[in-house]
């Protein structure tokens, strides 16, 4: 019997990307959970570089940085659950992992740019970066899943995790800020596999609801105008 | 007969990490070179969300960013030259992976913030973050080679190749501000480790020497002065 923990927090979509890996696998894992604002022992012992959740450890052994801990946990096991997650083919697999990297490099920062944004000017901005990636994501996924339901075709695979992620920052963000983001109207496919990806069996039972990310955002928030204040005086 | 082309400049260290992993695999390409301060229609064209080089080109269809080009070059031509360039072992390719994601993400700036630095103290605090960097670099490689020549034990892997394209810009910046960064008494290791790698069948015949690297530095170094002035203006 395998040794697996998690080192995380519910609403990071970080962690959540391990968090879909490991029950896509149906791997049986203990989850740490770290406090808000505070560093476990465990945490800094396992990420000493970092110290950054999720943390993966594996029989005492520490994977870090969630794109790494997706792919560790699709090698170690390959076949279990609902199969692979990196797509067979090299190309696709470069596709993936390249969309990934564009998400965590530059969508993500301007999601959190709208969040952040102190005036509306810089809110509007924010909002046209996030709708122009979301653009070139949507061109992504029609390329990728032919069709079908996911970034990975029939399946649930490495892009979706990775950028499935979101799904429930994105929705918060919309309601934090009062715009919308992920239009039906403009981006229909990314819309239906956002729905499409939420309802899957691997997401579903345990991905927060957005109500819950907003809240958090609501503290961030509240958090990042004091911080602004005290850098103004 | 694969069509395969890489876009890039012979200098450029993102690109060197494509060239090696070409060289070890014995694949034979074209290299179309991009002009310094200018992007071909080609590079536009095939990298149209960074605008970015390596570009490699596999039979019509662009693979960007370096880490995932030496990756796609390892899985299309898995046996092929000296072999795998992922060690065999999930948990070393994670080790590799993420090593290779600190050496782009903190360690890399850093070195090139010594060569940036516009004052002695700044100089002084960036030539200490090489340092450091190197210091948990000298760790890793004691953990992974396990006594042997490279990061890949027996065998130049993936981080050999990530880490192993800045061992020439090391030198470069060393002659450049007359500081020693890759010290062979504070990190024996890997200074012998740098030594070996640039001796290696896959990489010396087309690595430049530092020399070409340094000639290039001080025409970005005039650049540097000349921007830094303006903007004081």
């Known amino acids: 019997m395998a040794d ?19 029950s896509l696998k149906k791997v049986e ?11 476990s022992e465990l945490l800094l012992k396992s990420n000493p570089i970092y110290k950054k959740i999720p943390v993966l450890i594996h029989n005492d052994r520490p994977i870090c940085e969630s794109a790494i801990i997706v792919e560790y946990i699709d090698e170690v096991w390959p076949e279990s659950g609902c199969g692979a997650i990196l797509p067979a083919d090299a190309y696709h697999r470069a596709l993936h992992r390249f969309w990934s ?20 000017e810089a809110k509007a901005e924010a909002v046209e970066q996030v709708r122009a990636g979301l653009l070139l994501l949507e061109e992504a996924f029609v390329k990728l899943s032919q069709g079908k339901a996911f970034f990975g075709g029939d ?10 992620s979101f799904t429930n920052w994105i929705e918060a963000v919309e309601e934090l800020v009062s715009v919308e983001l992920l239009d039906e109207a403009t981006t229909p496919a990314l819309h239906g596999w956002a729905v499409r990806f939420r309802e899957h069996e691997a997401v579903k039972e345990s991905m927060p609801d957005s109500g819950k990310v907003l809240e958090f955002l ?12 005290a850098a103004r005086n």
């Open 218 to 229: 609501k503290i961030l928030q509240a958090k990042w105008k004091k911080d602004a204040a």
């Open 29 to 39: 894992y203990e989850f740490l959970q770290e406090k808000f604002g505070e560093k």
């Open 155 to 164: 399946r649930v695979a490495y892009l979706d995790i990775m950028f499935g």
């Open 101 to 120: 990297f564009y998400v965590d490099d530059k969508w993500f920062p301007s999601l959190f740019a709208v969040g952040k944004a102190e005036t509306e």
């Open 4 to 22: 697996v923990k998690l080192i995380g927090t519910p609403l990071c979509p970080y962690v959540r990307r391990a968090i879909i890996a490991l």
